[in-house]
Every structure is written in structure tokens, then in C-alpha cells.
């Protein structure tokens, strides 16, 4: 069965602090996996998406295939960063699907 | 653009009764996905609908039905409400049907009590 994994629901570090949310999956063939964003009072946004492979806001993410992992990294933390973010794999074979995991919390503090 | 448009925002409703939650995308967008979100759990796959036909559901029961009209605008309806209906319920378009660029709305609040 198709599933995100995200372990952490909560993340607490420092401003100026490096970052790195946990994604694992699993899936049989080929995933496409993203990440999204959810700031406070705000609708849920793609961050990035791992085809593109950019960096958004500071923020990378690298598809491990071996580890069937996608970790969100970010090497120095700000506090605008603070926000819930979700790691989602896309379902090929149920067109647009998106499996979502459950979410980690980032607070970076002063 | 006003983005995508979800109505109404928030919604309580008494077991047994049944809800219509109402969605318009961005301008041009044809695919139109629904998720659920329960309280500290990510967005649940409901429905996706492109080009007015059904193109995926989740896994949920008979009860959750949804359309699309000749506009791309949709409906989500749940009948028989039950107390763990309540949730956030987002609505997300796409241009295409794989969902590349899906922009989300801010949902509908639903209360069951």
C-alpha cells in the first residue's frame, strides 16, 4: 500500500539552527513526491515538488530511492519559517491523487 | 483570480443530516480534487473529478458523492452525517489531470454535533 510516513510531529529549533523534516514512503514504481506548506490563517501551498528539484525559500529536498526517503532541509532556520508542513507522494495510477503524511510542525524560535 | 473558492467556510450540522460543500476553481483550471482533514492528521484523498467525469476516490463510503458542472465548478455532498465527518474539507484545482500546480482552497469547517 501506498503511505507517507512523517515521524515527527513537532520540531522545536533555534533561529540560525539547521533543519531537517523526516518523510519516508512507500510505493511500488515510480513516486513523485512534494512537499507543501501550511502557515498560520494561510491555505496550504506546494513548496516544492522533487521533479523540479529546486530550492524554495532556502529549503531542499532529495529523493533517496534506496531509503525510500525525501527529507525538507534547510540549513539555516528563520522564524518566518515556522509552519506545518506535509510531505505528500502523487499516485500515478489514480490520476491527480495526493497521499499526504501527517504532518510535522516547525517552530523555530528567537 | 480570486484563487480557489470554497463555500461555505464554516458549517455545523446534526448527525443524520446531509451537507453540500461547494468549490470553484482558478479560471481554466478542469481537475478538482476534495480531501478531508481530521484534526492533526494530514488531507485525505476524497475525489477527483476532470473534465466533469470522476477520475479517482478514496476510500470512503457511499455516503460522500460529488459532481462537476459544465463551469468546473463541484460539489461535495455527505449524507447521513456521522460525528466523525467533522473535519476541514479542501477543495484543490489543477489545469491538468496529474495535478501538477494543484492550488488549494481554505476549506470548509464541518462540525457534526
Known amino acids: 500500500a501506498q503511505r507517507v510516513t512523517q515521524p515527527e510531529k513537532l520540531l522545536s529549533v533555534f533561529k540560525g539552527a539547521p533543519v531537517e523534516l523526516k518523510c519516508n514512503y512507500s510505493y511500488s514504481g515510480s513516486p513523485e513526491l512534494f512537499w507543501y506548506v501550511q502557515y498560520s490563517r494561510q491555505r496550504l501551498q506546494l513548496l516544492l515538488r522533487?521533479?523540479s528539484r529546486e530550492s524554495i525559500k532556502g529549503f531542499t529536498a532529495d529523493l533517496n530511492k534506496g531509503e525510500t526517503s525525501f527529507h525538507l532541509k534547510k540549513p539555516f532556520a528563520q522564524e518566518e519559517d515556522s509552519a506545518m508542513y506535509y510531505c505528500a507522494l502523487r499516485n500515478y495510477n489514480q490520476g491527480g491523487k495526493l497521499i499526504f503524511g501527517q504532518g510535522t510542525e516547525l517552530s523555530v524560535k528567537p | 483570480d480570486a484563487g480557489v473558492t470554497q463555500s461555505p467556510t464554516h458549517l455545523i450540522k446534526t448527525r443524520g443530516q446531509q451537507v453540500t460543500l461547494r468549490c470553484s476553481p482558478i479560471s481554466g483550471h478542469k481537475s478538482v480534487s476534495w480531501y478531508q482533514q481530521v484534526l492533526g492528521q494530514g488531507p485525505q484523498f476524497i475525489f477527483q473529478y476532470y473534465e466533469k467525469e470522476e477520475r479517482g476516490r478514496g476510500n470512503f463510503p457511499d455516503r460522500f458523492s460529488a459532481r462537476q458542472f459544465p463551469n468546473y465548478s463541484s460539489e461535495l455532498n455527505v449524507n447521513a452525517l456521522l460525528l466523525g465527518d467533522s473535519a476541514l474539507y479542501l477543495c484543490a484545482s489543477s489545469s491538468t489531470l496529474t495535478g501538477e500546480g494543484y492550488t488549494f482552497g481554505s476549506g470548509t469547517r464541518l462540525t457534526v454535533v
Open positions: 522533487h521533479i
